[in-house]
């Protein structure tokens, strides 16, 4: 099936991973250089202040004189505009991180469709005999009622649409991962940067609550931020979120790509290693045992056992590193597997 072909589930997991990943970075940098910047007009504010007569019994209240009324309002203006950045900019990135996610989850589930025409016959969606007109083939009808799905799912809220995901692909664990709430909380935190300027809402409040969120001191009304330290933590809940999501959709829809799946799995964690992210290596390396546990080979299984291992003694966690090496047999495998087993003993 051309179409299908076109619709690699590996690409559509890495080029979320690669979007993800350059949010992260830029996170990083922005928050450095828009805090940088805040801080040099602050100080050019507070030296301008200084040179001001003080007024008595009036904490940081300065006398401007006439000559300096200019001055002293465009330099206000810059402080204020300088503190505004370091709020709407980390705002503006997770906002850029959810639309994202969105792309993600909608190609995904798309190509799914595609490569398993059975899950668009199992549409209850109906369409009106006019529009069944308008159609030149059954390929452009199935495609009007995948676009259709797809439409009616991104509508719905981040959480209801792990419920639809859950009820289409016959599923109950979706929601069962430790990120879980941390994901509800950010989507929700989201919605608030876009519809209430950050302001807390009932339905915030509402759907944190139901989702198990704790909201220690959080009332509504409060006005809640996203510094570059909460994107990146965001950064990477999506990650964790989209790998497992992909992982658990790929292999229950499409059985005979397992290979593929476990290949995708194997390449992500490894990158991850590479990069020095060992916490967030070692979730999805445990979720690779803890939760999928079928591989397409045993060479498969035992490179994600030794990137576990790895994973752990990186980490600084030698003795669960030592307890994952030497749960297995390793005598019975290839030279390189037994070499790789004994370095980790060390």
């Known amino acids: 099936m051309a179409e299908a072909e076109k619709c690699d589930l ?11 990943e350059s949010i992260r970075t830029s996170a990083t940098i922005t928050g450095v250089m828009v805090t940088g910047l805040s801080q040099f007009i602050a ?18 209240s300065y006398k401007i004189p006439a000559e300096k009324f200019y001055r002293h309002k465009k330099l206000e203006e810059e402080h204020r505009r300088g503190t505004r950045a370091t709020e709407i900019v980390p705002r503006s ?44 083939s059954i390929e452009e009808a199935k495609s009007a009622v995948m676009d259709a799905e ?55 409040i509402k759907v944190c609550q139901e989702n198990g969120v704790e909201l220690k001191g959080i009332n509504i009304g409060d006005q809640l931020e996203a ?11 999506l990650l964790e979120v989209a790998v497992k999501l992909s992982q658990v959709l790929w292999r229950k829809t499409l059985p005979s790509q397992l290979a593929e799946a476990d290949e995708s799995l194997v390449s992500i964690t490894y990158d991850l290693l590479e990069r020095k992210r060992y916490g967030l290596s070692i979730i999805l390396l445990d979720f690779a045992f803890d939760v999928v546990k079928r ?12 990137n576990r291992a790895n994973a752990y003694r990186l980490s600084g966690n030698l003795r669960r590193c030592a307890e994952l090496v030497g749960g297995e047999d390793w005598q019975a495998y290839d030279p390189s597997f037994r070499l790789a087993a004994h370095i980790l003993k060390k």
Not at 157 to 186: C, D, G, Y
Request: charged fraction near 25%; glycine fraction near 2%.
């Open 10 to 20: 590996d690409d559509i997991v890495n080029a979320f991973l690669t979007d993800v």
């Open 43 to 60: 100080k050019k504010f507070n030296e301008f202040l200084f040179t001001c007569e003080k007024v008595e019994g009036k904490e940081n």
């Open 93 to 136: 990135l997770l906002v850029a991180l959810i639309s994202q996610y969105d792309a993600f989850l909608s190609g995904l589930v798309r190509a799914l469709f595609i490569h398993q025409p059975s899950l668009i016959k199992s549409s209850n969606r109906t369409i009106e005999f006019s529009e069944i007109l308008k159609f030149s």
């Open 150 to 204: 797809l439409e009616s799912l991104l509508r719905d809220s981040h959480h209801e649409q792990f419920i639809w995901l859950e009820n289409r692909f016959e599923l109950r664990t979706l929601r069962e991962f430790p990120a879980w709430k941390n994901f509800v909380e950010l989507t929700q935190r989201r919605n608030l940067f876009v519809h209430t300027n950050g302001k807390v809402s009932k339905q915030y």
């Open 227 to 237: 510094d570059s330290s909460y994107v990146r933590k965001s950064a990477d809940t």
């Open 295 to 306: 591989y397409s080979s045993t060479d498969v299984r035992l490179r994600l056992l030794i």
